[in-house]
């Protein structure tokens, strides 16, 4: 994904509500696909990932939907609480990159009581 | 089970110096990277190992050296600073075609 630099994409949603980000991802060839979310002065936290022989994932209050038609990948956070507040980033792997992530520009999420 | 230690949290460097930023893992991954995060930027891949013995460069590798004699350490090494060099590092380790985990970040300033 092409970083947006300082301004990074912005979503605000009331506590209690679900949450949705979306990404889209640039390889056709990745096959492995992962959200990450970073605190405020913290190293980026693993949430969920998904392979591409899934379309739907889901955890603790989180649900990953990997469209491969048209590359997109979006993370679902049902009744977002005050704690979810932070920059959210999408990352994609495969053989190609060796497994390496390539990661997107992330979008803040920003939670109002 | 620490994870992903690096040392140190914070640096101040003069440009020319070289420094070594270290990171240690205890889970056995083969698979260690190293990253660096500018401000309100996402993480952008500087050099990257599978296995000891082996190393690849990432998007971002000049200016940076990096070895893996061990499968448990994964140093940085800045060779010269410079002021483009200012950044938060972060390393992560995987077993492979998961999930990587992520130290809590070197911020280094070189002034």
């Known amino acids: 994904g092409e970083s947006v630099g300082l301004h990074l994409p912005t979503l605000s949603v009331q506590e209690g509500d679900n949450s949705i980000i979306n990404c889209a991802y640039s390889?056709?060839?990745?096959?492995?696909f992962i959200w990450y979310k970073q605190e405020s002065g913290k190293g980026p936290q693993f949430i969920i990932d998904?392979?591409?022989n899934m379309d739907k994932r889901q955890g603790q209050r989180v649900t990953v939907l990997l469209n491969k038609t048209v590359k997109h990948l979006s993370l679902q956070i049902a009744a977002t609480q005050p704690g979810d507040s932070a920059v959210y980033f999408c990352?994609?792997?495969?053989?190609?990159?060796?497994?390496?992530?390539?990661w997107g520009a992330g979008t803040k999420l920003i939670i109002k009581p | 089970n620490a994870g992903v230690t690096q040392t140190p949290k914070f640096q101040v460097l003069k440009t020319g110096q070289s420094m070594t930023l270290q990171c240690a893992q205890d889970?056995?991954?083969?698979?260690m990277s190293w990253y660096r995060q500018d401000p309100g930027m996402g993480l952008r891949l500087i050099h990257y190992?599978?296995?000891?013995?082996?190393?690849d460069q990432g998007e971002v590798p000049n200016g940076y050296n990096v070895s893996r004699s061990t499968t448990e350490d994964f140093p940085l090494r800045l060779l010269s600073a410079a002021p483009s060099q200012t950044s938060v590092y972060f390393c992560?380790?995987?077993?492979?075609?998961?999930?990587?985990?992520f130290g809590s970040g070197t911020r280094l300033t070189v002034v």
């Open positions: 190992s599978v296995g000891a013995g082996i190393t």
């Open positions: 992560a380790s995987s077993e492979g075609t998961g999930p990587y985990t």
């Open positions: 889970m056995n991954h083969e698979y």
């Open positions: 998904i392979r591409s």
């Open positions: 990352a994609e792997g495969g053989p190609n990159s060796n497994y390496q992530l390539i």
């Open positions: 390889n056709s060839a990745s096959d492995y």
